[in-house]
């Protein structure tokens, strides 16, 4: 069975985020978060799409990237 649910400390390991910064957006509602008492928990499916959401489009930039090429080829080309 595999962990699902994980505490702060687990949570900044796996996104490699630092923990006042997941604390912060816990409070403001930025990630979800379970709060019992004074722990504080995390669905790992939840971080997993947040992280997954947050992903550049790399195909965007490829294109630009591309284009960018091709026209400095094509002007050197024409000098």
Same mark, same amino acid.
């Given at each position: 069975? +595999? ?6 400390? +687990? ?15 816990? /409070?403001?509602?930025?990630?979800? /978060? ?27 930039? +490829? ?17």
């Amino acid at each position: 069975m +595999e962990k699902r649910y994980a505490n702060i400390k +687990e949570v900044s390991i796996y996104t490699s985020l630092p923990v006042k910064t997941l604390y912060d957006w816990a /409070s403001q509602g930025k990630i979800p /978060s379970i709060k019992f008492g004074r722990r504080v928990l995390f669905d790992l499916q939840d971080i997993d799409q947040i992280m997954t959401t947050q992903k550049r489009d790399t195909q965007r930039y +490829e294109k630009t990237v591309n284009k960018i090429v091709g026209d400095i080829r094509e002007n050197n080309y024409n000098a």
